[in-house]
């Protein structure tokens, strides 16, 4: 791969995490039991789609092959989708969910900041844009997570139970592959080993203030980066793009 | 081709027209998101997104359309600009006092960087600048706003978040 087409490769991938995260948020939406939480829950997931095109929309240009953002969230079969495995997980319960986001978002957060400092210039700015809407989500989940953990016995239980299922999903966010060797060397991108350290670092602090325990080092699951995902990733796709696969060009 | 009478700061004028569609007292100049204007062979409107996700962003395009098109201007473009990112501090001082008389708080200003850290100040009710408020929810009609609660004259009001 040429580095331009590298940069191609990485941005469809920031795409694809901010596009299935945004779903399995959007799963959710008018079945909170709490207004405010169906609010904050329905707008962060608006903030994800949003990302989602910005990144798919500047990746169709750079390829230059006609693709824009549609082609590559509906007509792309699940193995060419390279999002994390950790944000294709189902929501379960709330627990499972406020954990899902926590552990992605304190991640996704630092690798914007590095991002809004790499040296394609539209790819920076597209990182300052969505960095700010992060960090406002990471604040209303990481008061969540602390509420669970120092909240209830029953509420503590859960969340530690939702931390121990879902931390196998984390290795693969630093686990550096071919194309963030390439942002990093061609573009100035981010530094995935730096990023690491910043995460145990401030997912530590979080874990600790919500009474909660980090838990053992475990067998770490893969493949979201070379497009192996979960079983249940198959009924996400095949939802999303139920509707412009059966009408094509169907517009409103 | 655009008439010779109209230049830049004619479509800017117009442009100072154009509500914005969630909260219509406020018009997308005072919401600082018209960047520039360049007329050449058509007229090529540069817009900043708010959010990334935020609903009204096609609709404020095709009502910079709609509104250029009235008076004649039939060959407009609009860009997206994300750089310098939008944040509430572009909202302009007039936008902020359009914003109080409506019942919405305006936003603090430097909101970019203190309003993302954890502490939360006082916002002054809109209607009776008492300071002594509470937050009820941060999240409120639109994506952009928090409701809260004046203690002292009771009156529910949204506040117009810092990003």
Redesign the interface.
Known sequence: MTPEQSLVAYILRLGDNALVLGQRMLELVAAYPE??EE??NA?F???????A??FYSYAGELEGAGRGEDDFAFFRPEHEFRNLLLVEQPNGHFGDTIVRQVLFDVYYLALLEALTRCSD??L???A???E??V??HL??CGQWLVRLGDGTEESHSKAQQSLDELWRYTGEMFAADALDHALLTSFDGPDLGAIAVEWQKDIGAMVEEATLTIPQETHMASGGKQGMHTEQFGYLVAEMQSLPRTYPGAAW | MVEPTVNRDTILGWLADVPDPEIPVLTITDLGIVRDVECDTGVVVSLAPTYSGCPATEVIESSVIAALEDRGIANVTVKRVLSPPWTTDWISDAGREKLREYGIAPPERGGSKRALLQGQRRIPCPRCASENTELVSEFGSTACKASYRCVDCLEPFEYFKCI
């Open positions: 207004l405010e609010l904050a707008n997931a608006l903030d994800y789609i949003g990302q095109r910005m210039q539209r920076a700015e597209i300052a844009r969505a700010k809407e960090r406002y604040r209303h």
